[in-house]
């Protein structure tokens, strides 16, 4: 999970973006989700937000999985997405698909932001009793 951190955005998701968080680029919007679907792409949501304002905190501790977040340096959390994710512009997700299973949920997103290349990667997230937390990502 930790591989991503030297990819701006990219390593942001890896620690743990949703303007437009039913994805595609059709003219038509897809109906509102509801249910686990729907709180799936709400925890993306708020990943995108607590990026876009850099609330670094946020994810580490709101967003992430417990494990996750050890995984993402522990206490020093925020401290590693700061210096890792701190000068990333306009960045965006793109929610492209999500697999449920049980408590766990997969979902495929393309992630953009300023001067870089898209990226399509899968954030694991689990069900905890606040909602979905970010569990792992596989670019």
Partial sequence: MLAGVKRGLSGLLSLAVLAGCAGGDSGSDPPPAEGAPRAVTEAIDRLERATIRRDFAAVCDELLTSEARERAGGQDC??????????????????????????????????????????????????????????????
């Fill in 78 to 139: 925020v401290r590693l997405l700061r210096s890792t994710g701190g000068d990333v512009r306009r960045p965006d997700i793109r929610v492209l698909s999500i697999r449920l299973d049980g408590e766990r949920a997969d979902v495929r997103v393309r992630t953009t932001a300023a001067g870089q290349a898209p990226v399509e990667e899968t954030i694991q997230l689990e069900r905890e009793e606040d909602g979905y937390r970010i569990a792992a990502l596989d670019g």
